[in-house]
C-alpha cells in the first residue's frame, strides 16, 4: 500500500471508528469480483467486451441485448454457463461487508453484478438490492412462466443448447437486466428511501465500478452534500472524477487491498480472515 492509499484508508476508517452510529452504504460492480477470477467488462485487455470475440458478436454489449438474444441466445448462454452462481467464491471485498453487516455498521449493499456473490458471502436479502437482477430468478421471454434457478442450472448441466419452456418452448432467460429492459422496481424504492434518510452518519462508499452504466451510474451524485463519499477503484471515476467534492475520500488501487486494510485499520482482520477461510 502506498502512502496515499494509507491516507485514504484511514480517514474512511476513521469516520467508522469515531461515531458509534455510522452506516455504510456499498455501491458496487464488476471490480470487487474480478480478484474472484470473473472478468469485468472494461478493463482493456482482460474485460469481457474485448473477449468477446470468439462468440462472433455485432458489437460487444448485444451479449446482453434482448432484441439479439431473441434471434441468437449463443453468446449470452456461453457467458452464463461461465458466470453461473457457484463456479466462484466470494472475494476478500464481498466478506468485508459481511463483517460490517455482522458489527451491524451495514445500511445496504447495491450491486450491479450479476454473480450473486454478494449472497454467496451471506449478505442478507434486506440489505441488498441487486440492481441489475441475478441468476436467482427465470422466466420463459415469451409466455412469461417463471421457474425457479435450479431449472436453468439443470438445463446447463444436463447439456442442453438452451433452457426450454416446458409450457411454450420459448426460451428461458435469468432476471438479469439487458439493455433496453428495465432495473427492477425495488432498486428505484430502495434507493429513493435511503436517499432520502441519509444523513452525517452515513458513509456511500463506491467500489469497483466505471460508473458508465445508468442509472446506476448517477448514484453518487445524489448523494446528499451533508454525507461523506469514498471511492475504492483502480481509477478515478464518474462524479468523482467530473464533479469532486471536497471532502470525497479516493482509494486508488485494488479492493482486495483496501478490504483488507481497512479490516485492520478498523480491528476487524480477525473476522475476515475467519469469513475468508470458512469459504
Ligand atoms: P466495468 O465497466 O467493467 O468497470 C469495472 C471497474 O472496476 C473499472 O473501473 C476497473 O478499473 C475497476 N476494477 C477492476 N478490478 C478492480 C479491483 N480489483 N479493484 C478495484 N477496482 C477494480 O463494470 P461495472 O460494474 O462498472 O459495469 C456495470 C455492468 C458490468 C453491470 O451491468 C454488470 O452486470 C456487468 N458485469 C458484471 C459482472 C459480475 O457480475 N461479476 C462481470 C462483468 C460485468
Known sequence: ??????????????LIKSNSKAKVIFLVGAGISTPCGIPDFRSPG?????????LNLPYAEAVF??????????????????????????????HLMRVFQDKNRLHRVYTQNIDTLERCAGILGDRLVEAHGSFARNHCIDCR??????????????????????????????????????????????????????????????VGTSLAVYPFASLPAEVPRKVNRALINLQKVGDFKTKPRKSDIIFKGSSEVAAEELAKELGWSEELVTLVDSA
Open 1 to 14: 500500500m502506498n502512502e496515499e492509499q494509507a491516507v485514504s484508508i484511514g480517514q474512511i476508517a476513521k
Open 46 to 54: 482482460t474485460g469481457l467486451y474485448d473477449n468477446l470475440a470468439k
Open 65 to 94: 441485448d434482448i432484441d439479439f438474444f431473441q434471434g441468437n441466445p449463443q453468446p449470452f448462454y456461453t457467458l452464463a454457463k461461465e458466470l453461473y452462481p457457484g463456479n466462484y467464491e466470494p472475494s476478500k471485498f464481498h
Open 145 to 206: 412462466k417463471e421457474y425457479p434457478q435450479e431449472y436453468f442450472k439443470d438445463s446447463m448441466a444436463e447439456g442442453k443448447e438452451f433452457a426450454r419452456c416446458a409450457v411454450c418452448k420459448g426460451l428461458i432467460k435469468p432476471q438479469i437486466v439487458f439493455f433496453g429492459e428495465n432495473l427492477p422496481s425495488r432498486f428505484f424504492s430502495m434507493w429513493d428511501n435511503d436517499v432520502k434518510t441519509l444523513n452525517e452518519d452515513n458513509i456511500v462508499i463506491v
